[in-house]
C-alpha cells in the first residue's frame, strides 16, 4: 500500500517562502512520475508542478512557473515542492501525487495515490 505524506504547510506573508515536503512509502518510488496538486475552497484542484522518474523532466503551472521548483531525492524517497514569492492566490490544501504514466501529466485522475494534504495560506 503506498503512503504518501506531506508536510511543511503554514501561515506566511506575501512574498515569503515555503517548502513542501512528500514523504512516500509502499513501492519503488523511483519508478514513477510525482506532482503536486492544488485546491483552495470552492475551486476544483488544479495541477501545481510535476517531475519525471529521474527528475529529468518537469511541468509547472503557468501561474507558478519561475517561483515554485520541484525536485525529487529517489534516494530518501521524497519529492519538494520550493515555493518562493507567494501570493495570497497561492492559498489553497496541497497535496502530493503519485502517477503510473512515464511522462508528467496534469491530469488528476492519472494519479493513483495522493496524500492527505497540507494547508498553505498566504495573508497580504
Known amino acids: 500500500q503506498v503512503q504518501l505524506v506531506e508536510s511543511g504547510g503554514g501561515l506566511v506573508q506575501a512574498g515569503d517562502s515555503l517548502r513542501l515536503s512528500c514523504a512516500a512509502s509502499?513501492?519503488?518510488?523511483?519508478?514513477?512520475?510525482m506532482g503536486w496538486f492544488r485546491q483552495a475552497p470552492g475551486r476544483e484542484r488544479e495541477f501545481v508542478a510535476g517531475?519525471?522518474?529521474?527528475?529529468?523532466?518537469?511541468s509547472y503551472a503557468d501561474s507558478v512557473k519561475g517561483r515554485f521548483t520541484i525536485s525529487r531525492d529517489n534516494a530518501k524517497n521524497t519529492v519538494a515542492l520550493q515555493m518562493n514569492n507567494l501570493k495570497p492566490a497561492d492559498t489553497a490544501v496541497y497535496y502530493c501525487?503519485?502517477?503510473?504514466?512515464?511522462?508528467?501529466?496534469?491530469?488528476?485522475?492519472?494519479?493513483?495515490?495522493w496524500g492527505q494534504g497540507t494547508q498553505v495560506t498566504v495573508s497580504s
Open positions: 517531475i519525471a522518474w529521474n527528475g529529468g523532466s518537469t
Open positions: 509502499g513501492r519503488t518510488f523511483s519508478s514513477y512520475t
Open positions: 501525487a503519485q502517477s503510473r504514466t512515464s511522462t508528467v501529466t496534469r491530469i488528476p485522475s492519472r494519479y493513483d495515490y
